[in-house]
């Protein structure tokens, strides 16, 4: 399986953006799929998650409102739709998936399969 995420870029604060990953290699709707960040220096961090079904969104309370995480079953893509966007959510976002999950989790050590991360820089 890989996740091919995209969408990165610089933006300035309150803007949106909006981030793609493609899963390839395998049966899209039987993976849990997850967004997941890195600001410099800091752990990686819980952003967004979905259950296999396409349901159960969770959110992390410091994106909660202003993140959304839909998916596209025919295109084998899962969105992160981001708003008002800070100067804090700047950070390295990673898509990932599991197979073995039903539902979704907020804990990374749940996914097996990570994408490459694309870099979210927001100025102020």
């Known amino acids: 399986v890989q996740l091919q995420a995209s969408g990165g870029g610089l933006v300035q604060a309150g803007d949106s953006l909006r981030l793609s990953c493609v899963v390839s290699?395998?049966?899209?709707?039987?993976?849990?799929l997850g967004w997941f960040r890195q600001a410099p220096g800091k752990e990686r961090e819980f952003v967004a998650a979905?259950?296999?079904?396409?349901?159960?969104?969770i959110y992390a309370d410091s994106v909660k409102g202003r993140f959304a995480m839909p998916r596209d079953t025919a295109k084998n893509t899962v969105f992160l739709q981001m708003r008002h966007l800070r100067p804090e959510d700047t950070a390295v976002y990673y898509c990932?998936?599991?197979?073995?999950?039903?539902?979704?989790?907020?804990?990374?050590?749940?996914?097996?399969?990570w994408g490459q991360g694309t870099l979210v820089t927001v100025s102020s």
């Open positions: 979905i259950s296999r079904g396409g349901g159960g969104t």
């Open positions: 290699g395998g049966r899209f709707s039987g993976y849990a």
């Open positions: 990932t998936a599991s197979s073995r999950l039903i539902y979704s989790s907020l804990t990374s050590r749940n996914y097996e399969y």
